[in-house]
């Protein structure tokens, strides 16, 4: 693995899990990362902390042992522009709710009681238009949304209220984004890459800085693997800074 001046710390959690439990682990709030592969081999100054879980025969668990309360919110659909056509991806804002609409390819936006606001993004070839809506993410400190266009190789920055702003070249077609410590980072299967950059990328996760310049890179591309299998294993941030990552049929995570 490449070393660059961009520092990460990585945390390895759960080795030796039961696969059923694999996607529980989201629950987790767990990680840094380092510039490494899946066994830290890249730098002998990488402190690699390890955590087994133990599994237990699974029993009964109320919500109520989880949350200390639940709350629902009915979302508009008085309106055609509020209909959502399938839910891709929710992320909560203060008081604001933004959901992908797959099928409709936008970003809707609600408050907190449920009323609709707008619909951010439009597919097209034109300034602050997409090909695809393969994913996106908030920046909460700035304001922002972060729209991947993984056909385009493309990001698309928008402000809350819309707004077009700028947009950063990517050379992967990658399946999901994340922001995170002011940059953001990036998860692509190894046979998402063109033929001619397999070699030159070879790996699964990349974090960029703020600049859109290349500070990391993880989890080498696997053929036998990534080719076949096509798992969506990219978690979310869980404060801008924490990211969580598990790799396909793996018990791990990052």
Avoid at 29 to 41: H, I, M
Avoid at 58 to 73: A, H, R, W
Avoid at 155 to 162: A, K, N, Q, T
Wanted: net charge negative; proline share 2%.
């Amino acid at each position: 693995v490449d070393n660059h001046s961009y520092n990460f710390e990585i945390i390895q959690i759960g080795n030796m899990l039961e696969k059923r439990i694999v996607y529980g682990l989201i629950f987790l709030s767990v990680l840094g990362v380092s510039c490494s592969d899946r066994r830290a081999e890249s730098s002998p100054e990488i402190q690699n902390d390890i955590i087994t879980l133990q599994v237990n025969e699974p029993k009964e668990t109320l919500v109520s042992e989880i949350f200390d309360s639940l709350s629902y919110v009915v979302l508009d659909d008085t309106r055609d522009e509020s209909l959502i056509g399938r839910v891709g991806k929710l992320e909560c804002v203060d008081s604001l709710l933004f959901i992908k609409d797959d099928k409709r390819k936008l970003i809707h936006k609600y408050d907190d009681k449920g009323n609709y606001l707008s619909s951010i993004g439009k597919v097209g070839n034109g300034p602050g238009e997409y090909i695809g809506l393969s994913d996106f993410s908030v920046d909460r400190n700035k304001k922002t949304l972060f729209i991947l266009d993984r056909t385009g190789r493309k990001i698309l920055v928008y402000d809350f209220e819309g707004h077009f702003l700028y947009k950063m070249p990517i050379e992967v077609m990658a399946n999901k984004i994340c922001v995170i410590n002011g940059g953001y980072a990036l998860y692509t299967s190894g046979n998402d890459y063109f033929t001619d950059k397999k070699e030159a990328f070879g790996y699964n996760l990349f974090f960029y800085d703020e600049a859109n310049k290349l500070c990391g890179k993880f989890f080498h591309y696997k053929p036998k693997i990534d080719d076949v299998i096509q798992e969506r294993n990219f978690d979310y941030s869980v404060d801008d800074s924490i990211l969580l990552y598990h790799q396909s049929v793996c018990d791990t995570v990052y």
